[in-house]
């Protein structure tokens, strides 16, 4: 169970909830080849293992982005954690966003994933990083579903 399945207040219901997109993980996963495989090759130390190294230092890296940070949307707010040991959560309630925008780059507009920025009163923001179908969300966010 997740910290925002554990932390929904009375009356609320989970709406929506993810993680850092998986394909994400996999293009970089992909890049971290092509770019192992590149020093292995110039810097003459075999390219199987520099593949091999690149990919094991990444690992851990990938393990805590995808399992530090969740994404949700409840009946009433929108809600990001982000830390496996530290914790930084961040939530707006429906009536106090103000806009929502879209990051995206070309290969993540591709692929259909980006970050969402929901900003609200005064200077808090709440961001959805890395996310499948940023757009859609972003329909179903302005919609209150």
Known sequence: MSYIEKNINKGEKLIWFSRVS????????ITITFVGAFFG????????????????????????DYFGNEFGITSKRV??????????????????????????????RL???????ISGRGTSNVKLLNIDDPINIRKKIKHKF
């Open 22 to 29: 998986t394909k994400i993980i996999i293009l970089t996963y």
């Open 41 to 64: 090759y110039f810097f003459e130390i075999g390219i199987f293992t520099s593949i091999v190294l690149c990919l094991v230092l990444y690992t851990p890296k990938a393990i805590l």
């Open 79 to 108: 809600i990001s954690r982000k830390g496996i040991i530290s914790r930084n959560v961040d939530e707006m309630n429906f009536n106090s966003i103000e806009s929502i925008n879209i990051d995206q780059n070309i290969i993540l």
């Open 111 to 117: 692929l259909n994933i980006g970050t969402l920025r």
